[in-house]
């Protein structure tokens, strides 16, 4: 949410420095000085060195913004999801026959049995993904929760050890 409000906070100060540059007037960023209206940015009165500095660094805060909000590191594993496997295929599970082949995905490399949990009557595998990435794990995810033994998928926390 955050992110949308900074392009768009940016995207309407680029307009209005804009409109500033070649002279116009914009309702949004004009205001009444001693009868005249005068654009926030000095209107065709300030010099082109002032404006291009201006719009300069308007460009380099959003830039900036941009690139920090968007380059935090995930908290979760980026090459494995966790799987939950539904009752009827206790066995199965126990049994260990599921393979790679079963999830029908060409990403995953391999899969680890963590173990059969009689409380949540699940049994819990790690799946471990060729190629890694944020967006790697979301198709992981939403084509492994398609599957019929699958209960539920979710990325792993880098808190928890897989």
Request: glycine fraction near 8%; aromatic fraction near 12%; charge should be positive.
């Amino acid at each position: 949410m955050s992110k949308k409000i900074v392009l768009i906070g940016a995207l309407l100060v680029m307009i209005l420095s804009l409109g500033a540059c070649v002279g116009t007037r914009l309702e949004l960023g004009t205001y009444v000085s001693d009868n005249k209206m005068v654009s926030f940015l000095g209107g065709s009165k300030m010099s082109k060195f002032r404006k291009f500095f201006i719009i300069g660094v308007t460009l380099i805060i959003i830039m900036s913004a941009g690139v920090f909000s968007g380059c935090k590191k995930p908290d979760y594993y980026t090459d494995r999801v966790s799987v939950s496997i539904k009752t009827e295929y206790k066995d199965k599970f126990l049994a260990e026959e599921f393979t790679v082949a079963d999830f029908t995905w060409d990403n995953v490399k391999s899969i680890k049995y963590e173990g059969w949990y009689d409380t949540i009557y699940r049994g819990i595998m790690t799946v471990y993904l060729k190629k890694a990435g944020k967006l790697q794990i979301k198709n992981a995810i939403n084509h492994f929760e398609g599957l019929d033994f699958v209960y539920i998928a979710e990325h792993i926390s880098e808190a928890t050890t897989a």
